[in-house]
């Protein structure tokens, strides 16, 4: 038989116990959700923002505004979810989140058609007047070991994703849906080079100087 003095130790453990469950599985988050017009990145009013549990129910919604851009969605209760973005004039947008954290940021682009080169093959993209040619050269690249230097854009809005070979004298080229992306110039897994650009506001072609030893 416990004794006082350890059966109370022990119903003040298993209280404890208890009210930490409790609290891991009634935590709440916030959500906060900027929506973005197609892939300029530019703020995009009068989206209505939608949270549905997994049975479809609609659990909390906002409208983005131009004062307020960015709807919150507060006191959420942690889990699995689908965000859904709806505008009259954009193809409605739904992805599944899961909420573990205390808070939580997503970026949405929102754009009219599908994007031009989803479903067209690398011979028809090379012709697609829709897309936006980007260049440049890399100087100062090295020239000793077997690692193959290349580029990587990466939509800022967006999934796009592409990758070019850097050719012998250093050019390369993408041909990619007009928007802001982060350049990547690599030597096998090394980032020699990182940064922001837009194809339609370069008037020329990049020319990127790597600082020796930037790359080995």
């Not at 960015?70 to 947008?93: C, D, F, N, P, W």
Request: charged share 20%.
């Amino acid at each position: 038989m416990l004794s006082p003095i350890r059966s109370t130790g022990f119903l003040f453990f298993s209280l404890a116990l208890a009210a930490s469950a409790q609290v891991s599985t009634t935590a709440s988050t916030d959500i906060f959700v900027y929506a973005v017009y197609g892939l300029t990145g530019d703020p995009f009013p009068g989206v209505t923002v939608e949270l549905l549990d997994t049975r479809g129910k609609s659990i909390a919604r906002g409208r983005s505004t131009a004062e307020q851009p960015v709807v919150t969605l507060k006191g959420i209760m942690r889990g699995s979810y689908s965000l859904r973005l709806q505008h009259a004039e954009m193809r409605t947008i739904t992805r599944p989140i899961e909420l573990f954290r205390s808070e939580h940021w997503f970026t949405q682009s929102l754009i009219g058609e599908p994007p031009e080169s989803a479903f067209t093959s690398p011979e028809e993209r090379r012709v697609d007047t829709h897309l936006a040619t980007l260049s440049g050269r890399v100087f100062g690249t090295p020239t000793s070991g077997n690692q193959p230097m290349w580029a990587r854009v990466v939509g800022i809005h967006s999934t796009v994703a592409a990758d070019s070979r850097i050719r012998n004298d250093g050019s390369f080229d993408f041909r990619i849906q007009p928007g802001w992306y982060v350049l990547l110039i690599m030597h096998g897994t090394q980032v020699c080079d990182m940064r922001q650009v837009h194809p339609f506001q370069l008037k020329e072609g990049l020319e990127i100087k790597l600082a020796p030893g930037t790359c080995r």
